[in-house]
């Protein structure tokens, strides 16, 4: 019985390491893709390039960019992914086939983008109301994570008396992101494996 609690303590702790690092990579992938420039003059963010070069910058000699997207970055959260969900599972005692393991890594890294981008509107949207003035690293991130998520629901709800409603909209999109594409892709991978 002691066993279990380690293995589940030791799992816990393997899921949030490497969730945290995944992560610092798909924040820093993002701001990429929508085109921030703020690797620089950001102290947070050039803090996320130091903390992710270690490992990207080998990869990228290796995989250069393609089209403006970043595949160092790409392969390197599928694979430190598919470590993760490999060490996890052989905690657990099995070695889900390549098909199963695919669909957990696909819908992993995907729940982790979604989470991000929540992350994003929901500071947005904490600092537009506490310091809607005032210059901030982490409020600058989260309003270039999320702007590509407001502005469209922007343009279909406008502001309402002074109120802006979008990041509600955007979160409850979100999380129906979660429900409706990242939990079936969890489902399909058990059933098949």
């Not at 609690?5 to 702790?13: G, M, R």
């Not at 820093?28 to 270690?54: E, I, Q």
């Not at 890294?109 to 979604?114: F, T």
């Not at 989470?115 to 994003?120: E, K, L, S």
Request: hydrophobic residues 60%.
């Amino acid at each position: 019985m002691a066993a279990n609690y380690l293995v589940t303590a030791l799992s816990y702790l393997i899921q949030t390491l490497m969730s945290l690092y995944i992560g610092a990579i798909m924040v820093r992938f993002l701001l990429h893709v929508v085109g921030a420039d703020c690797f620089y003059y950001n102290p947070l963010a050039r803090a996320l390039v130091s903390f992710t070069n270690p490992a990207l910058r080998p990869l990228r000699r290796m995989i250069p960019g393609y089209k403006g997207v970043d595949w160092a970055a790409v392969l390197l959260m599928l694979g430190l992914q598919a470590v993760e969900s490999l060490i996890i599972s052989v905690l657990y005692g099995y070695l889900p086939a390549p098909l199963p393991l695919g669909l957990i890594i696909t819908a992993e890294l995907l729940r982790i983008a979604v989470y991000v981008f929540i992350t994003a509107v929901l500071l947005q949207w904490a600092f537009s109301w506490l310091m809607p003035q005032q210059y901030n690293p982490v409020a600058e991130l989260a309003e270039l994570l999320a702007e590509p998520i407001l502005k469209p629901v922007r343009r279909y709800l406008p502001a309402m008396g002074g109120f802006d409603l979008s990041p509600m909209l955007a979160f409850i999109f979100l999380n129906l992101t979660l429900i409706l594409l990242v939990d079936p892709l969890f489902d399909l991978a058990r059933s098949v494996g």
